[in-house]
């Protein structure tokens, strides 16, 4: 019996190797360009590396709040108590029983004195059946229950990592949208004070009927966008509430224009956002537990041992729990095995490595995908910096032609449609100034979410 249960330790599952990926050395987007003045990575509370108070307080309330976080933190409770539940299968169980029966044996039954006799019998007793793990079914069983419980908690990471960057990244939409709508407030203003001039002038017989609607319809348009803007902006605003878990009707943020600058974020090197991704680690993790379902999957190809035990207490009379009334009983210690099932078993086989097939092409496709949203928000933080160098000078330029044609239509050298022209330019190179530097911060999020966010690595062991 000793030698049998030191056999239990024996399994079925294939040796784990962790799928290989693509790597490079480095990241091509970097080559050539890297940001300046900074050495530190995005660690624990990244969204402090945007300076901005309100946005750290949302996002310390976030995660109390957020229901789809909620959600993934109740989904690892569960995976952990199916942890549990295949850990006691390493035990033997217990149980405890008692019983009392009333009965009547007839006078016709065989070896009978001719007589109806009644009696009570009572029956207090213990049991133990445990499961002899020869082929690994239980080990390979909890290997697989401990690698989806780290897993789901991954998983979490994750979701507390979206949740945290998709506010970050509508609080930024929001603030760019509060900019645009002081910069139309100001449109608004200087649009009246030109009507008026020309209204003015129409008066005193130097301007046309015409430059007056050119001047009501500059006025109107930007009331216009005014309004547009600021529907865009409360529903930034109410994605904000939903994302808190809070009822928008209750909650609101003060429109606030200043320009913040996206900080430096240092992309490291490809082989360490394996370890950085909370959704790799959970999709690694998944490729473990499926390689050891393979050997549960297998060890239903051979016997399975099971050793039980009772004892306890009987009698039909007198004092139940005497030493004459006792019983005991080790045993049965058996043994089940299937000769023919159709082929069931080893489909059984073959479903589970194809589970791990599927698992381990979802952990390399997981890994590419970290790769390409890195490169992309890399391209894009290169391309946007030159883009908005780009567009703050148009901006400017644009600006400088709007105060020359206002000079030139109040000295009568120019037309107001001349005004008209360069006032709308001005205010299409402000707006796309303005969402420019809006993109930044969002891309400066999106990279802080493709690295990994809080750098936090997720045990695998």
Sequence with gaps: MVALLATAACSTAPDYVRPTTPTAAAYKEVEGWQPAQTNVAPRGRWWELFADPVLTGLEERVATGNQDLAAAVARYDQARAVARQARADRFPEIGVSGDVSRNRVSTGRPLALGTAAPYSVGTVGASLAYEVDLFGRVRDSIRASRAEAV??????AAVTLGVQAQLASIYFDMRGLDARIVLLRQTVEANERAYQLTDTRHEGGIASGIDVSRAQNLVASARAELSAVAIARQRDEHAIAALLGEAPAGFAIAVDDRQLAPPAIPAGLPSTLLERRPDIAAAERRVAAANARIGVARSALFPSVTLGAAGGFEA????????????????????????????R?????????????EAAASYRQTVLTAFR?????????????????????????????RELALIRYRDGAADYLEVVVAQTAALDAERALLTVRSQQLQTATDLIRALGGSGDVVSTE
Excluded: C, K
């Design 345 to 357: 078993r080893r489909a059984d086989v073959q479903r589970a490595r194809g589970e791990y097939d």
């Design 151 to 156: 897993a789901s908690e991954a998983d979490v």
């Design 373 to 401: 949203e890195v490169e992309d928000a890399l391209a894009s933080q290169r391309l946007l910096a030159a883009q908005e160098r780009d567009q703050r000078s148009a901006a400017e330029a644009a600006e400088h032609t």
């Design 316 to 343: 039909a009379r007198g004092s139940l729990l005497t030493a004459s009334n006792g019983f005991w009983a080790l045993g049965p210690l058996s043994a089940a095995l299937a000769i023919f099932d159709g082929g």
